[in-house]
């Protein structure tokens, strides 16, 4: 049974933003909201700066789905956490709970160019996320599904694009078995590093949950 | 053994808030760590992963708000306190308060006049000061039956008429909610203006609440003003205290459009949740002793007047300064 | 006392102490589970993946998609550097 993940590798992010874009366009993201962004850490400090491209990770344990009160998450057989904005009420707790700060809102972030009229009331609208490419409850690949949550790849049997495009391959989404695989011939080669940034927040301490991680940071 | 825990875990939350401060300064030592590590030990980036654990804001191409901040730990805090004691010891308050109430009143049974009532009436409240209790009533709980249907309808009502029609009464309830909200805090203003004279704490009071068990079972009347100690301790505790904590943190949850960041609004949930779930259990008491709880109450509020028997048992320095 | 009142009472106390038993287990963090069942994933419906023309049923859509997440790795992929 695959289990989607996704990994970063702060070694080859290059900050080119290829996978924001990437996203934003397959999904046709409204105004505002980034389902993926790029950090960059230290930036400009020449030897000290990294860059990181994160998105909703699909936790293990997730906190969105603990919270939300109207349990509008599931989660699918592969491990991704899915929402039904059909459900949601706006208000913003998953927001709250996430780690990563991966749900966002149409109307809340104001300071995005667009920002409706509605903003003054801080009215949120139906929450967004990353959806691993995988859709949401309508039938998959139906125009319904597509314009409230995306493409649905998944069905397609590819995986999410922003990893598939990643020039230098520091951004990995899949099967976590597989990845971790990847990852670790890729230590090897190196000869040091091993620290795949997030997955212990994600995913737990190895062995914790059923899923597996190489190593935690 | 919960308790600790609790206070634990505010304590951290609230660390979160003042940490973004220090997290800059912080990271500026990070880079510099980093690039010392880079040179001795290249591909060792535990600096910058610790630097990220602060949870300060980086640079990012993305708009937002915290879009630079990589990842922040306290939403589990909050996510462990709110699904934690909050529901838990909220709930059981909820359910225990109501009960004991019923026990009570089974028990001792409505307070009673002692002296017939003289059908000659005094005016207990202006038309002004129950338009302002009844706006305030009515709005409080409006938003203590929105607010509960948000806490505790995933397990309440999501197994009775399912996720979608519990998401309906859900997006009602939180619009609802949100608006009735600033509305509650400008009638508890109004309130506060209105009823503040009469509810100045007295030296009497103090005997009135030493004797408070005989004169809540009904074994004794002691003389007050207008508000005996009771009363005067819903007013100041309830409606000026409460009301204050449960409106400031509602605003800064109603209104997130001030760049907020999610350690506030977490902050400002929890003393929500909290502030109201007490605010509800205490507000309990006083429907209960302003409507069955005691003989000619309610229709004081209502009519505005009271018997003169009433008056003189209940509130008899009051009654005395209005018929002097 | 009457009988009526003390059993009326009993009653009471047991109710409440139903209640707070209820709400004890039923208020805990629902489980995160995975299960898939009736065509809903805990309650909320949703279409596998590899249900559709595409697949072949659910074996050949994990095969296909362990492909593709292999194909990732530059030093193994095939016909790749
Ligand atoms: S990353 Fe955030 S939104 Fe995604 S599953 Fe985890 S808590 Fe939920
Ligand atoms: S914003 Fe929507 S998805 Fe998020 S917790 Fe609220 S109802 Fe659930």
């Given at each position: ?217 | ?134 706006s305030v009533?009515i709005t409080f709980v409006i938003l203590a039956v929105t607010g ?24 009602i309830s939180k619009n609802v909610h949100n608006l009735v909200g600033p509305l509650f805090i400008a009638a ?62 509602g605003?800064?949850?109603d ?70 | ?81």
């Amino acid at each position: 049974m695959a289990r989607m993940k996704f990994l970063c590798d702060a070694e080859r992010c290059i900050e080119c933003n290829a996978c924001v874009t990437a996203c934003k366009n397959e999904h046709e993201v409204p105004w505002g909201i980034n389902r993926r962004r790029v950090v960059t850490i230290n930036d400009g400090q020449v030897g000290a700066e990294k860059s990181m491209s994160v998105a909703c990770m699909h936790c293990s344990d997730a906190p969105c789905m603990a919270v939300c009160p109207v349990d509008c998450f599931y989660k699918t057989e592969d491990g991704v956490v899915l929402h039904d904005k059909d459900l949601c009420i706006g208000c913003g707790y998953c927001f709250y709970a996430c780690p990563f700060g991966a749900p966002q809102f149409p109307a809340s972030n104001a300071s995005a160019p667009g920002g409706q009229a509605t903003d003054w009331f801080g009215a949120r609208g139906k929450m967004d996320k990353c959806t691993f490419c995988a859709g949401g409850p309508e039938e998959n690949g139906s125009e319904a599904e597509f314009s409230k949550y995306g493409r649905n790849r998944l069905s397609e049997g590819k995986l999410p694009l922003c990893a598939e495009m990643c020039s230098t391959k520091a951004l990995l989404g899949g099967d976590g078995d597989v990845l971790a695989d990847i990852y670790r011939e890729r230590v090897t080669v190196r000869g040091k590093g091993a620290e795949v940034w997030g997955w212990g927040t994600a995913y737990g301490k190895p062995g914790q949950q059923s899923d597996t991680a190489t190593s935690d940071k | 053994m919960v308790t600790p825990k609790l206070f634990l875990t505010t304590w951290l939350l609230l660390c979160s808030v003042l940490g973004g401060a220090v997290a800059t300064a912080v990271a500026d030592d990070a880079a510099q760590k980093q690039v010392r590590r880079q040179a001795e030990q290249p591909l060792n980036n535990a600096p910058v992963w610790r630097a990220v654990r602060y949870g300060a804001e980086h640079s990012t191409q993305a708009t937002g708000r915290e879009a630079g901040v990589l990842i922040q730990s306290a939403g589990e805090t909050w996510r462990q306190i709110r699904n934690g004691p909050i529901t838990l010891y909220g709930g059981l308050l909820l359910i225990l308060v109501p009960i004991s109430i019923g026990l009570f009143y089974q028990w001792k049974g409505p307070l009673k006049l002692n002296g017939h009532p003289t059908g000659r009436l005094v005016q207990r409240f202006s038309y002004w000061e129950r338009l302002i209790h009844w706006s305030v009533a009515i709005t409080f709980v409006i938003l203590a039956v929105t607010g509960i249907l948000m806490l505790f309808g995933r397990y309440v009502l999501i197994p009775l008429i399912g996720h979608g029609g519990f998401a309906w009464f859900a997006q009602i309830s939180k619009n609802v909610h949100n608006l009735v909200g600033p509305l509650f805090i400008a009638a508890v203003a109004c309130m506060f203006v209105m009823f503040v004279r009469d509810n100045v704490w007295h030296s009497i009071d103090w005997q009135w609440l030493k004797k408070a068990p005989q004169v809540l079972s009904g074994k004794t009347h002691v003389p007050s003003g207008k508000y005996n100690a009771a009363e005067k301790g819903w007013f100041w505790g309830g409606v000026a205290l409460l009301g204050l904590v449960v409106g400031i943190s509602g605003l800064i949850l109603d209104f997130p459009n001030f760049e907020q960041t999610r350690a506030t609004m977490q902050v400002a949930h929890v003393v929500h949740g909290v502030g109201a779930l007490i605010f509800v259990a205490a507000s309990l008491g006083h429907i209960y002793m302003g409507t069955i709880g005691t003989e000619g109450a309610y229709a004081g509020m209502r009519t505005g007047y009271v018997d003169e028997t009433w008056a003189k048992e209940h509130h008899e320095l009051w009654f005395k300064e209005v018929n002097s | 006392m009457s009988n009526a009142i003390i059993v009326k009472r009993i009653l009471a106390v047991l109710f409440a102490a139903s209640l707070a038993v209820v709400f004890q287990t039923g208020c805990s963090e629902p489980s995160q589970g995975l299960e898939y069942r009736d065509g809903r994933y805990a309650g909320k419906p949703d279409t596998p993946n590899w249900q559709g023309d595409a697949f072949d049923g659910k074996r050949n859509w994990e095969k296909e998609i362990k492909r593709r997440t292999k194909l990732q790795s530059e030093y193994t992929r095939p016909g790749g550097a």
